[in-house]
């Protein structure tokens, strides 16, 4: 559809989902966004006039400018400019959700809150659209919402290496870790923001077996005040539940596990090289068993493949009967390097159910909203009938050491760079059955 050509029949009292399709289109049609400032542009009046209605009737801030440096002869150009930034431009896309993917740009754009903003507690949203923000890795961290999507493939890219067979064989190691750590944490600028492990990479891959560095990575962080959590699928967890039962006594610890299936068969050629479904249900049990909280994140479910009323019911029963504390569920993401591998192996390994991934997937890496809110109706009710909808305790920012509680400076969650990468071969496999030939890396997807 080229720019201006947009074909509407108006209803005679236009809605709210008329006007949201509405705008939907035209954006798809003559809409681009500017470091994240969406305008729509038409010579049409009456497309203006449309355009202008729905978006004061969905409570949007707009103003109807002229198109800067339009020539003289011709049509005159007007354009709609989204007023409110980058926090109104995702209220729009989740309210329009335009299919031209490049609307969704918000390169440049800060995405801000109201000031005086506080952490103050950290509950589970479901499987609602999110946009991705500020970083290449697939995080998106705005107005107290955290989403995280499976991107680690892609990395490897960064350090000249392929998200395909190097991803599975390759690892970098920072060997460095907690020496770095320690100084970074001793920093005065450093407010014991919560830390959260297992986000980039897992890690307590079966590297870790060899290499050992989480013992002195926690104990840093419950020295120095520092709330933590880690986010796994690696059995290595259960050598270090002592420290980290420890160190809950000093601080707030979140652990969770990911467990996407119990299909072992489809679990091995999914993720070659990861402890068995059974291993990780028993690392659950554990953590429980330790006293600590324990959540599962059920991901990714994979459309046509794991995402049966039967087979959910069947892995939240397993889950609730190991002791979790509560459950997510999210459904599979496919971002480029993850994408490829997917669609590969699919390929390989289903092929009938390549066209209609195509067809779930084709605005990007979420899949098609409707398949979103079918899971969301289909788990809803199976988290309730196994206990397993209670919110995990949430991770604040602890006080300088002598201070009193919730004194600490600062509430947003924050990060820890950690440098010096050197490079190793390939670690050993830990004791949960994995073969030594098994590729090395368990965040396949």
Not at 347 to 355: D, N
């Amino acid at each position: 559809m080229s720019a201006g050509a947009v074909v509407t029949r108006r209803p005679p009292e236009p809605d709210d989902e008329w006007c949201a399709g509405f705008l939907g289109g035209m954006a798809d049609a003559v809409g681009a966004t500017t470091e994240g400032v969406l305008r729509l542009s038409t010579p049409d009046e009456e497309l203006v006039g449309l355009a202008a209605g729905a978006l004061h009737r969905l409570g949007f801030a707009f103003a109807v400018e002229q198109v800067p440096g339009e020539q003289r002869r011709g049509p005159r150009v007007r354009q709609l400019r989204l007023a409110g930034g980058g926090r109104e431009l995702l209220r729009f896309l989740a309210v329009a959700d335009p299919a031209v993917s490049r609307l969704r740009g918000l390169a440049g754009s800060v995405v801000g809150g109201d000031g005086g903003l506080e952490l103050v507690d950290i509950s589970p949203v479901g499987g609602a659209a999110m946009f991705d923000i500020t970083t290449g890795t697939g995080d998106f961290v705005a107005e107290g919402v955290v989403s995280h999507n499976c991107f680690a493939r892609n990395t490897h890219t960064y350090l000249d290496l392929d998200a395909g067979a190097d991803f599975d064989r390759e690892l970098v190691v920072k060997v460095n870790v907690a020496r770095v750590l320690d100084r970074e944490l001793r920093a005065p600028r450093w407010q014991r923001e919560p830390v959260a492990m297992g986000t980039n990479t897992d890690p307590y891959q079966r590297a870790e077996g060899r290499y050992r560095l989480m013992p002195d990575v926690i104990d840093a962080l419950a020295r120095s005040g520092t709330p933590f959590s880690v986010l796994t699928k690696g059995t290595v967890l259960g050598r270090d539940l002592p420290r980290l039962s420890a160190a809950a006594a000093d601080v707030p610890v979140g652990l969770g596990v990911s467990i996407a299936l119990l299909d072992r068969e489809l679990q091995a050629r999914l993720e070659p090289g990861a402890p068995s479904p059974e291993a990780r249900l028993q690392l659950v049990r554990r953590i429980t068993d330790a006293g600590l909280p324990c959540g599962v994140m059920v991901a990714p479910v994979l459309p046509m493949l794991t995402d049966s009323s039967e087979a959910l019911d069947a892995l939240l029963a397993r889950i609730a009967d190991a002791g979790a504390t509560g459950a997510t569920v999210m459904a599979l993401h496919l971002r480029p390097g993850a994408r490829e591998w997917f669609q590969a192996w699919l390929a390989r390994e289903y092929p009938a159910l390549v066209e209609p991934y195509a067809r779930l997937y084709r605005r990007g890496a979420y899949v098609d909203p409707a398949y979103r809110r079918v899971l969301a109706e289909r788990v809803a009710p199976l988290l309730r009938r196994h206990g397993l909808t209670s919110e995990i305790a949430p991770l604040r920012p602890a006080g300088r050491p002598g201070s009193e509680p919730g004194a600490a400076a600062g509430a947003v969650p924050g990060s820890i760079g950690l440098h010096r990468s050197v490079a190793a071969g390939r670690g050993q496999a830990a004791a949960d059955g994995v073969p030594h030939d098994a590729p090395d890396q368990l965040s396949l997807l």
